[in-house]
């Protein structure tokens, strides 16, 4: 019943930058934010915001990474910045609404030169 079409992912070399964005369809989220998962690994956390503005961010990310949403367009947004190549995953927008969780269909983002 929930949409999320992400958008923003692709191919940048070290150091550079990407911009994903994630829009939902319907209702305002208590919580929005992005999962990474690297092949053969474990799904992680990578930055969440509430619909009050508060973050909460993955210790990897190391301050490079913002994580910021606008609630009239529903839309979360996570800015990559001095990107590395460990940050190559597929990208997941994951939004919740009480005990109800959506994910986005992922979005691939490689850090390579």
């Known amino acids: 019943q929930v949409q999320l079409v992400e958008s923003g992912g692709g191919l940048v070399q070290p150091g550079g930058s990407l911009r994903l964005s994630c829009a939902a369809s319907?209702?305002?989220?208590?919580?929005m934010g992005w999962y990474r998962q690297a092949p053969g690994k474990q799904r992680e956390l990578v930055a969440t915001?509430?619909?009050?503005?508060?973050?909460n961010y993955a210790d990897s990310i190391q301050g490079r990474f913002t994580v910021s949403r606008d609630n009239p367009k529903n839309t979360v947004y996570l800015q990559m910045n001095s990107m590395k190549p460990e940050d190559t995953a597929v990208y997941y927008c994951?939004?919740?609404?009480?005990?109800?969780?959506?994910w986005g269909q992922g979005t691939q983002v490689t850090v390579s030169s």
């Open positions: 994951n939004v919740k609404l009480g005990l109800l969780t959506y």
């Open positions: 319907g209702s305002i989220f208590s919580t």
């Open positions: 915001i509430t619909s009050g503005g508060t973050t």
